[in-house]
């Protein structure tokens, strides 16, 4: 799938997996092995922008991963293909950095406790803002025909 798709389908939440279509280099290939990696891999969906218009000129859509404590950020356009690797789990709580749709996910918690020990041991977040997942959040998805691979 293309990146449009993961701004519309994927839940923020998501562990998508990205690649160039290329197959991996032998290990003692280090930096076509380098390159390789980082033009495939796999990172939790932590930002979606889709918005243009005029509150946003000049901002294309895209999405943000976090992957091993590095932000990759992809727009529309790019030509790796994505999957929907696994979705996050009902009941989980994601903390963003504010209240808005486009805020940044801070933490993906498993419950409301893990969420308000995250909260309680990071206090620099003053406008952090918790949101469970729900069945019914995961389950439009299916019924609006949104199930993505």
């Known amino acids: 799938m293309n990146a449009d798709l993961i ?5 923020i939440g998501s562990v998508v997996e990205w690649s160039d279509g290329n197959p991996r280099p032998p290990e003692h290939h280090v930096a076509t092995l380098y390159h390789w990696k980082r033009n495939n ?4 969906l ?5 918005e243009t218009g005029p ?6 859509p895209f999405f943000m991963l976090r ?5 990759r950020t992809f727009s529309v356009g790019l030509p790796y293909r994505f999957r929907i690797a ?3 789990k009902i009941g989980s709580v994601r903390i963003f950095e504010r209240d808005d749709p486009t805020a940044l ?3 993906l918690a498993d419950d409301g406790d893990a969420a308000g020990a995250w909260l309680a041991s990071n206090t620099g977040f003053s406008g952090a803002f918790a949101a469970e ?3 019914d959040e995961l389950a439009a998805d299916h019924v609006e025909g949104r199930t993505a691979a």
């Open 41 to 44: 891999g796999s990172g939790l």
């Open 67 to 71: 992957s091993d404590d590095d932000f």
């Open 46 to 50: 932590v930002r979606k922008c889709g």
């Open 133 to 135: 997942v729900t069945a």
């Open 86 to 88: 696994e979705r996050p």
């Open 105 to 107: 996910m801070l933490h």
């Open 55 to 60: 509150d946003h000129p000049g901002v294309s």
């Open 7 to 11: 701004i519309s389908l994927a839940p």
